[in-house]
């Protein structure tokens, strides 16, 4: 593998993590929005503020990641991407800035009123974000980038059914993977109430990705055909290890195994990217731009690399104590349900 | 379609974003590195003594770091955005020439992040030696986090580590553009300006409750304790900013020539304060002989270049804006360093602060003011460099995104940035409030205050 396939390979590993982890973080905004009155809602949003305080920044840093990796990896890339795509990407930023500050405010402040407002921006913002993201991707997904800056269309380049069709899927994904992983959450804590209603939510949000996905190939195949076959061809076991996985994490969640469950929506959404990525492989920009000819010299990818290798050995124990230390002190665990998953 | 009717390729909407969304989250970054220090001195202080002042100040000094950590973080993610969608010129071409500091700032970054989420919310659970460690990752990282960050701007004004071929990038060293000459200078300068940032604005905070009559022990170690760190820093900055003019004039005649508003190549030149650029000439300013010429070259007699060294197309074209925003930023300058020294000399006289309450007035704008010195300064270095966004390499003007309708996307920043503003200062002034400061903290004030 060359140094350039391998800058590429990580900053794939960067997307797939910005959206197994923020994606969560995402949606658990999602499921605070639909969670009802403030009375009522009030149980699922503490679990919420709960499970993802800790870890939001943290799993936030993931996008500013990929963005220095795009740039520093493969700047036409960036440059072309970034300025067709400003407006869906100005307003991701703003989705960025009013979750991550509404999300801080509301815990800072006590009375009611003040909570809906904070709460209401955050929840709102946690869905357009996605949703904005997902058309960008569905933009380099659908060949509507050009290679040269600032080139495509600023408005049909990402208003377009393809991009529309993959944010509202970004949007499903990040809400089906936060209630799998609430549900686990919320057997931490022992609230039964609450391992029903997430468990309910991640199956329904679970049929309905698979059904938008099913839904999402066949716009594909009317908007971005070359996208359409690759999948169909190099993509298709990723695209078998996806719908499987899918399926079992829905069986998982029926059975209770939670954090299996977790594993396999993971791995769900993990195969469905990287089937994306091996599709259009080993073009950055269908037809347009290839890894190759995108790459940074072989100096800066030298030593980027290098120093990424170097800051993992910091970070992985770090992020494993940062998780381990929050999912093992929840509330104490109430008896009830057998954690059968562990 | 409306956007596309819009002006084409627009720099000065691109600019007035990225100044406005810099200059808006460069106060809450100075937070994010100055602040961790402050915490962990107090509880270190607090763990060593017991003392219950220390231990509250520390635990509420942690939950305003909380919140501005967050609040800076995605302010931060907005810049990282704009590269892009505003100057898809530069980086498209040069995004790999300064890449490699950001990669390692996105590190730090990540240590940063995951250490701040296992100091405040562990601040119950872990003991309390193992917490103190944990945040000292998230100081360290913050300072460097700050000097890679600060690389990358400095590489715009003195570009190095790369080689040309016919227009063609052919060759990059990295660490080169990472290390080129303005980077010791401009990264010291500026990180030393974060933690005054700290220290006087936190100080400021005390200094305003103590004139409204708060004179209690938690009130004078609140401000005692930041405007140390504050006062010892401002003579260093100064040093580190004369160490960074040099630079200037060595690397960036023009800028110098702007920030003094010097119009000709001038042998002895004249050191000016304030006064007003217009039709070539700087006009009413204070002049101080030879001044300028000493202070850069240490020579009475040496030779400035002036204005008219660059063609007219290449000069800085508001070189008031620029003169005077230096200006501000030295004057500011030195009067922290005088309200450091009056403190320095109280101490040393009767071993407390100065009595008068013109004291507490000084260190009450004194926040304010050292904010004011840090923007002046970046003012001074981002429009002086003018019209270059990589000096003497390429044009802001090339760098612009060349999409239409770049305007709305500036307004909607302004537009956001104010209400960010207003609730900002909103709820930190309602954290302040919420959880009233006992007269006499106890061990369960420190206990029970919540630091998430």
Known sequence: ?342 | MILAAGAAADPVAARSQMGFSLGWHIILACFGVGLPGLVLFTEWRGLRTGDPVLRLLARRWAKALGLLFAVGAVSGTILSIEMGVLWSGLMSRWGQVIGLPFAIEGIAFFVEAIFLGIYLYGWDRLPPRVHLLSGIPIFVAGVASAFFVVTANAWMNTPAGYTLHDGRLTGVDPWAAMFNPATGPETVHMILAALMVTGFGTASVYAVAMLRGRRDRYHRLGMLIPLTAGAILAPLQIVAGDFAARLVADHQPAKLAAMEGLSRTTAGAPESLGGWYSGGELHYALRIPNGLSLLARLNPHATITGLNSVPPADRPPLVNVVHLSFDLMVAIGFGLLALGLWLAWAWWRHRDTPRTAWFLRAVAVSGVAAVAAMEAGWVTTEVGRQPWIVYRVLRVADAVNPQPGIQYGYWAVVAIYAVLTVVTIAVLRHMTKSVAIPAAPQDADAESYTVT
């Open chain 1, 1 to 342: 593998m060359n140094l350039a396939n391998a800058a590429a390979a990580v900053l794939w590993i960067g997307v797939t993590a910005y959206a197994l982890f923020a994606g969560a973080d995402f949606g658990a905004g999602f499921w605070d929005l639909v969670a009802g009155g403030a009375r009522r809602g009030a149980p699922q949003r503490a679990l919420i503020e709960h499970s993802i305080g800790p870890v939001w920044e943290a799993n936030h840093v993931w996008l500013i990641f990929v963005l220095v990796m795009m740039w520093t990896g493969f700047p036409p890339l960036f440059g072309a991407v970034a300025s067709t795509l400003w407006i869906p990407l100005t307003c991701a930023a703003f989705g960025v800035i009013a979750r991550g500050s509404a999300f801080a405010f509301r815990k800072s402040v006590t009375a009611v009123w003040q909570r809906r407002i904070f709460g209401a921006a955050f929840a709102f913002s946690s869905v357009i974000t996605p949703f904005f993201l997902g058309t960008v991707a569905g933009a380099v997904a659908a060949g509507r980038v050009p290679a040269a800056v600032g080139a495509g269309n600023a408005i049909t380049s990402w208003w377009n059914p393809v991009s529309v069709m993959t944010g509202v899927l970004c949007v499903v994904v990040c809400a089906y993977l936060a209630a799998v992983y609430l549900t686990g959450d919320a057997r931490r804590a022992g609230d039964q109430d609450l391992i029903a209603r997430f468990r309910w939510r991640a199956l329904a949000a679970g049929a309905v990705a698979g059904v938008a996905a099913a839904a999402g190939i066949a716009v594909l195949h009317g908007d971005a055909p070359g996208l359409a076959h690759g999948l169909a061809n190099r993509g298709l076991p990723l695209v078998i290890v996806s719908a499987v996985a899918g399926l079992a994490a829905l069986v998982l969640l029926w059975r209770g195994w939670f954090v299996a469950a977790r594993g396999a929506a993971a791995a769900a959404v993990t195969a469905v990217l990287w089937a994306w990525a091996l599709a259009q492989y080993p073009f950055l920009l269908r037809g347009r731009l290839t890894i190759a000819a995108a790459a940074a010299q072989h100096s800066v990818l030298m030593a980027t690399l290098i120093c990424l290798a170097a800051g993992a050995v910091l970070l992985i124990p770090s992020l494993t104590w940062l998780y381990v230390l929050f999912q093992r002190s929840g509330p104490p665990p109430a008896r009830g349900v057998p954690d059968r998953g562990r």
